[in-house]
């Protein structure tokens, strides 16, 4: 069983949505981050305000690093749904909750191999 056409279309449409919204989140840290001022270095400002920088564009770092991974996780959805094979778990093939799609519409396993998945990491 494959879902139906219109509701591949708004997932489809939900995913492009939210990469729009994290390229422009993106744009935004990128212009916010102290560290991307080139006259930053012939700066001499006091060292409390270098150290609240650092503490800020390392906040900032985290927060791109991770809106990245998102992006790649939505990208591959985005795959996923051309090739029609969205909504397989990557591991016993099933189809994949409805439930757990509709809140993490990225997943690539069912529950039941997610949790072995995470038993395993656990158990390591």
């Keep these: 069983m494959n879902f139906p056409l219109n509701v591949l279309k708004r997932i489809h449409e939900?995913?492009?949505?939210e990469k729009h919204k994290i390229n422009t989140t993106l744009s935004s840290l990128k212009a916010q981050d102290p560290f991307s001022?080139?006259?930053?270095?012939?700066?001499?400002?006091?060292?409390?305000?270098?150290a609240i920088e650092e503490i800020s564009h390392e906040r900032m770092e985290a927060l791109e690093k991770e809106l990245k991974?998102?992006?790649v996780d939505i990208e591959e959805a985005l795959e996923r749904i051309k090739k029609g094979t969205y909504g397989r778990c990557h591991s016993c093939k099933k189809m994949i909750e409805d439930e757990r799609l509709a809140i993490n519409p990225t997943a690539l396993y069912c529950v039941s191999c997610e949790r072995k998945r995470e038993s395993k990491v656990k158990g390591k």
């Design 14 to 17: 939900n995913l492009s949505r």
């Design 37 to 50: 001022d080139p006259d930053r270095l012939n700066d001499n400002a006091a060292s409390d305000t270098d």
């Design 69 to 71: 991974r998102r992006m």
